[in-house]
């Protein structure tokens, strides 16, 4: 598997930027050798869906696929939602349930967050989480995030550039 300077590496996934020839099959249903037997997911087909409208998540900060680097099958999806506000990106991710539970979600948002925290005008990347979640709100634990709110149905997460965090 071939990687591009902007690929983020980890131990065992490659998070690499979307084409837009893989958009477009997963917005039309068009399967690929390269995926998951479960990928897409319904959170795939979102993103790939607003991919037209907001050319900049295809750039460096933007969405990527999650590959697993083993087998070089793309096994879900993580992405800054760029450009930042005020100096804060929001993060999202999925993993397909047939690769849940080995850690890529939390491998996957850590690499990426610690990425867009080396962007100049970022200083905290924010995560939201809904509290029937319980999975995701241990993946944002484990990548390091800290939750700073918390609503009814919703907990807020953050993590800052260390030479800013004030918990």
């Known amino acids: 598997m071939s990687s591009s300077p902007a690929d983020v590496i980890t131990e065992r996934l490659v998070l690499r930027t979307w084409t ?10 068009i399967r690929s050798a390269h995926w998951a037997e479960d ?3 319904e959170g795939d087909r979102v993103i790939a869906g607003l991919l ?4 900049a998540w ?3 900060h933007g969405h ?14 993580i992405g800054l939602f760029w450009p930042p506000s005020n100096g804060v990106v929001e993060i999202g991710y999925g993993i397909v349930a047939s690769r849940r539970g080995r850690g890529y979600a939390t491998e996957a948002t850590r690499a990426l967050a610690e990425f867009a925290l080396t962007a100049p005008d970022v200083h905290t990347v924010s995560a939201n ?20 709110a918390t609503d009814e ?13 004030q918990r």
């Not at 037209?52 to 050319?55: R, S």
């Open 20 to 29: 837009p020839s893989e958009a477009t099959a997963v917005r039309d249903g």
């Open 39 to 41: 990928f897409p997911a």
């Open 52 to 55: 037209d409208q907001n050319p």
């Open 58 to 60: 295809l750039g460096a």
């Open 64 to 77: 990527r696929l999650v590959v697993e680097r083993e087998s070089g099958s793309v096994v879900g999806s």
């Open 129 to 148: 989480v809904e509290l029937s979640n319980p999975s995701s709100v241990r993946v944002l634990e484990k990548a390091g995030f800290h939750r700073w």
């Open 153 to 165: 149905n919703a907990a807020r997460f953050r993590l800052t550039r260390p030479d800013l965090d």
